[in-house]
């Protein structure tokens, strides 16, 4: 039983550059999220979405797209990568009526 | 936005309870929640509070919310080096589909 699954582990980027980070959940859940952690900032919500076709902002959803067409994936898009980006991603989904919120391993990404 | 408050740092020794506190200012959170994250690891639920209910204990681990104060607490008892970590705080409103968190209380135990 996979969970949720990120990849890649580990991405550096160059400024400007385009890149998806990919998620994917094996548990049938309705919702899922993108969080970014920051040192000494703990997890801020970037996108969410409650179904496939529905999706919305979260806290800090600037330089940052997403998109729902399956209800097993949530593709994080970085349109033109910034420094300010440099963060360890996790992604997590959940099962509507469950309240259990699962994460996958993170994609620490760094931007230079 | 709605926030979450935690104490940054607590040191205590092995054998030793430990308590994390935590304060939240969404008066319509639904649930409140304990993560646990070792070093470049993802983050692990340890359990979880519905807000009509004022403890929880699950093994060594013992939840209390006072809903009025806003206010969750962590213990855990017999604190073992394997529990040294940071723990997040986390709450979800009433819109039943995200969380907020805190910002990590990390928790150091020595032998």
């Known amino acids: 039983n996979a969970g949720v699954t990120q990849t890649p582990k580990f991405q550096v980027l160059k400024t400007g550059q385009s890149m998806t980070l990919q998620c994917a959940q094996d548990?049938?859940?309705?919702?899922m999220s993108w969080y970014r952690q920051d040192p000494g900032m703990g997890l801020r919500l970037i996108h969410y979405?409650?179904?496939?076709?529905?999706?919305d902002q979260g806290e800090v959803p600037n330089g940052y797209n997403v998109s729902r067409s399956t209800t097993e994936d949530f593709p994080l898009r970085l349109l033109s990568a910034a420094p300010s980006q440099t963060s360890v991603y996790f992604c997590a989904s959940m099962a509507a009526v469950q309240y259990e919120q699962y994460f996958g391993p993170g994609t620490r990404l760094t931007v230079t | 936005g709605e926030d979450v408050e935690q104490s940054l740092f607590l040191s205590v020794r092995e054998g030793d309870s430990s308590v994390i506190n935590c304060t939240y200012t969404d008066s319509s959170s639904t649930y409140l929640y304990w993560y646990k994250q070792e070093p470049g690891a993802g983050l692990q639920l340890l359990t979880y509070?519905?807000?009509?209910?004022d403890m929880k204990q699950d093994q060594r681990l013992t939840v209390l919310l006072n809903k009025k104060d806003k206010h969750l607490s962590l213990r855990i008892a017999d604190t073992q080096t394997g529990d040294s970590a940071i723990y997040f705080c986390a709450e979800m409103g009433s819109g039943y589909s995200t969380l907020t968190f805190g910002k990590g209380t990390m928790l150091l135990v020595s032998p």
């Open positions: 979405s409650v179904g496939a076709g529905i999706t």
């Open positions: 509070i519905f807000s009509n209910m």
């Open positions: 548990m049938n859940h309705e919702y």
